[in-house]
């Protein structure tokens, strides 16, 4: 404990500094006080990662290289493979990248014993940023190839996930992931809003039939008033029919003699009769005004409720209109994705990252791979402009596109004016050699009759050389955004040499697809020819 605290004392005092230090590093400094043991080693690891997090690199190596003496004293290997990695790390900020290998690639020799799964895959993403800063091909490929079986053989927790993310590397490592995570949000999201969208419609269409139910409820009303209104009418006719008459008789009568009858005739019994049916012909005559006051005014009535129903009723038409329309949007885009995936990939690969969430990199025992360059494309190219040379080499590849569709191969890429494909994967088969090479000879079919036609115009042509080699490779998808399905192994490069070593407007094979194919094609035997980095191999060109 004494010990501890002695090379502790002297690491952290160690040069006095003039500026005032960090928060974070104080603290970390405090914790590995009075620890020992496992304890102490894991605090000063991470006041080395603290240091490294400053940029003070030389700092960190001081309180690494004692953590990493204690954890072999200890026999502690996974405190020793995190010292080991911590030291890579430091050794790179000061530059030096060949011991900062040595130390990484040691700590993974001692990461495949132990369960230390987000470490392994940080080693490895930091030897591939290792290989690139020092621009070694090799290193690169090597690191590549350690990242895939890597995430082909280990099995990620979501404890491990997060950690990884935390440190920037899973984004990196897994952007097939990332993808789909945010294309699953994505179609999650679609998917919430189509079901309040179908939840409105449902609202929508309930208070429309409760609409119609209460239009069917006034219109009962307005027709039950209507009645009672043309009742009150009829009774009103015959109280007018009854006044005119009397009216009529009053007017027949001569005035005077009806004056002197009645001074002479009437009682005052007679004249308050006379008074009071006068008084109930008035009462009778405001009863109908108002009656027909109530009458116009119930009409009115009427026709506001329903013109309201029916600006009620267009706008919920409307509205469902728009439903419609959206929901046709969400299904056209979710259709336009699908085919956007299926574009970029394999279908069987494309169905594994949306069900897997990744796609796992595969090895083929058996796989065809063709390769076709144009000749002298270089200086053919200074012929054209730069439109007509994108239209013509589109035109060649889009051809090139229909001819390995019919056969049912794999398109990988085109690289400049290269154009690379494979047969028998990703869904392995036994015909592949037979139908790559059909292929080919179409390919040469359609350059040549593209060459007559130009010949015949008197501008530039393009003839290509083919090459074709059969074996072992690795395939899977790689990138970050522009992510792509591609393949690795020997089996490439020996592809690309037997083009090289191919003529124009001839098909070059291999011996290995020769073997396979050599009962069903006319071949012409080239003998050894040279290849570069291969020496001498059969090679062989197969007729037309």
């Known amino acids: 404990m004494r010990t501890h605290t002695i090379i502790l004392l002297g690491i952290l005092f160690f040069p006095i500094w003039m500026n005032a230090q960090s928060n974070k590093i104080q603290q970390l400094?405090?914790?590995?006080?009075?620890?020992?043991?496992?304890?102490?080693?894991?605090?000063?690891?991470?006041?080395?990662?603290?240091?490294?997090?400053?940029?003070?690199?030389?700092?960190?190596?001081?309180?690494?290289?004692?953590?990493?003496q204690k954890a072999e004293e200890s026999n502690n290997n996974n405190l020793l493979a995190l010292g080991l990695s911590l030291e890579g790390k430091a050794l790179i900020q000061k530059g030096d990248f060949s011991k900062a290998k040595k130390r990484l690639e040691k700590s993974q020799?001692?990461?495949?014993?132990?369960?230390?799964?987000?470490?392994?895959?940080?080693?490895?993403?930091?030897?591939?940023?290792?290989?690139?800063?020092?621009?070694?091909?090799?290193?690169?490929?090597?690191?590549?190839?350690?990242?895939?079986?890597?995430k082909d053989k280990l099995t990620l927790s979501p404890r491990d996930i997060q950690d990884l993310k935390n440190k920037g590397i899973y984004e990196v490592i897994f952007p097939k992931a990332i993808a789909m995570e945010t294309v699953k949000e994505k179609n999650n999201e679609l998917s919430k809003e189509l079901e309040n969208l179908e939840e409105?419609?449902?609202?929508?269409?309930?208070?429309?039939?409760a609409l119609v139910d209460r239009q069917v409820q006034l219109k009962n009303i307005v027709q039950q008033k209507q009645g009672e209104i043309l009742k009150m009418t009829e009774a009103q006719a015959k109280v007018d029919l009854l006044l005119e008459k009397q009216k009529r008789m009053v007017d027949s009568l001569d005035f005077e003699r009806e004056i002197d009858s009645l001074v002479l005739a009437i009682s005052d019994k007679e004249l308050k009769q006379a008074e009071s049916n006068l008084q109930e012909q008035e009462a009778i005559t405001a009863l109908q005004q108002s009656q027909r006051n109530f009458s116009i005014a119930l009409a009115l009535i009427g026709l506001l409720i329903a013109g309201g129903?029916?600006?009620?009723?267009?706008?919920?038409?409307?509205?469902?209109?728009?439903?419609?329309?959206?929901?046709?949007?969400?299904?056209?885009?979710?259709?336009?994705?699908?085919?956007?995936?299926?574009?970029?990939?394999?279908?069987?690969?494309?169905k594994e990252l949306k069900e897997e969430g990744q796609a796992k990199a595969k090895h083929y025992e058996k796989v065809t791979v063709l390769f076709a360059d144009f000749k002298n494309f270089s200086e053919i190219s200074k012929l054209m402009t730069p439109e007509v040379l994108i239209n013509e080499l589109d035109y060649c590849f889009k051809n090139f596109d229909f001819i390995t569709s019919n056969l049912h191969l794999e398109?990988?890429?085109?690289?400049?004016?290269?154009?690379m494909c494979a047969g028998g994967l990703p869904s392995p088969n036994d015909d592949h050699p037979e139908r790559v090479i059909q292929a080919a000879l179409?390919?040469?079919?359609?350059?040549?009759?593209?060459?007559?036609?130009?010949?015949?115009?008197?501008?530039?042509?393009?003839?290509?050389?083919i090459g074709i080699h059969t074996g072992p490779i690795i395939a899977g998808v790689v990138g970050?955004?522009?992510?792509?399905?591609?393949?690795?192994?020997?089996?490439?490069?020996?592809?690309?040499?037997?083009?090289?070593?191919?003529?124009?407007?001839?098909?070059?094979?291999?011996?290995?697809?020769?073997?396979?194919?050599?009962?069903?094609?006319?071949?012409?035997?080239?003998?050894?020819?040279?290849?570069?980095?291969?020496?001498?191999?059969?090679?062989?060109?197969?007729e037309g």
């Not at 400094?29 to 603290?50: F, H, P, Q, R």
């Not at 409105?200 to 039939?209: A, D, H, Q």
């Not at 398109?411 to 154009?419: F, Q, V, W």
């Open 109 to 150: 020799k001692l990461l495949s014993k132990l369960d230390q799964r987000p470490l392994q895959f940080e080693n490895a993403y930091t030897l591939l940023q290792v290989a690139q800063l020092r621009n070694k091909n090799k290193d690169i490929t090597s690191a590549e190839n350690q990242i895939a079986i890597l």
């Open 200 to 209: 409105t419609k449902v609202e929508l269409t309930e208070k429309s039939e």
């Open 442 to 465: 179409e390919m040469q079919s359609f350059l040549d009759e593209l060459k007559r036609e130009k010949i015949e115009k008197g501008v530039p042509y393009f003839e290509a050389r």
């Open 480 to 542: 970050l955004k522009k992510f792509a399905y591609d393949i690795w192994g020997d089996t490439v490069n020996v592809a690309s040499r037997m083009e090289t070593g191919s003529e124009p407007g001839r098909v070059n094979i291999s011996g290995s697809t020769y073997e396979l194919v050599k009962n069903k094609f006319e071949v012409e035997y080239r003998g050894k020819v040279p290849a570069k980095n291969m020496g001498e191999v059969d090679m062989y060109f197969v």
């Open 309 to 350: 129903m029916f600006l009620r009723y267009i706008g919920i038409k409307n509205h469902a209109k728009v439903l419609e329309a959206k929901n046709k949007i969400i299904k056209e885009e979710k259709e336009r994705s699908e085919e956007l995936l299926l574009n970029i990939l394999p279908r069987a690969i494309a």
């Open 411 to 419: 398109k990988i890429k085109t690289i400049g004016d290269c154009y």
């Open 29 to 68: 400094k405090d914790e590995v006080l009075g620890t020992s043991g496992k304890v102490y080693i894991e605090k000063m690891l991470n006041l080395a990662d603290g240091y490294l997090s400053e940029n003070s690199p030389d700092l960190s190596l001081k309180v690494t290289k004692v953590s990493i």
